[in-house]
């Protein structure tokens, strides 16, 4: 049974940091792209960042380039997103995922085979 945890979540300032972690179990991790999605209230899943299997190329979302930082440890099974100059707009519940078959050029939800429950970020302004 595939799972995807994720954990880091919380409520932070605007211009601050926080880091998300998810661990996997279940699958062959280090064959999977992974990838960071986010969804505000009322809106579809945005994508915000993927990393290759190897960890060797990564993709951001334009709204979160230079600001968060994608990477995965393939020995301990998690990839995690460093978030940082955090805004109000940034509020979301935040989703990593698994894709077998694509790319880190991945950036839509359906691409993706499996995904975790989610955790919460908040900033306040």
């Known amino acids: 049974q595939v799972q995807l945890v994720e954990s880091g979540g919380g409520l932070v300032q605007a211009g601050g940091s926080l880091g998300l972690s998810c661990a996997a179990s279940g699958l062959a991790f280090s064959w999977y792209t992974m990838a960071w999605f986010r969804q505000a209230p009322g809106k579809e899943h945005e994508f915000v960042a993927a990393i290759a299997y190897s960890g060797g190329s990564t993709n951001y979302a334009d709204s979160v380039k230079g600001r968060f930082t994608i990477s995965r440890d393939n020995a301990k099974n998690t990839v995690y997103l460093q978030m940082n100059t955090l805004k109000p707009e940034d509020t979301a519940v935040y989703y990593c995922?698994?894709?077998?078959?694509?790319?880190?050029?991945?950036?839509?939800?359906?691409?993706?085979?499996?995904w975790g429950q989610g955790t919460q970020v908040t900033v306040s302004s």
């Open positions: 995922a698994a894709n077998r078959r694509g790319t880190y050029s991945n950036t839509i939800a359906n691409e993706y085979d499996f």
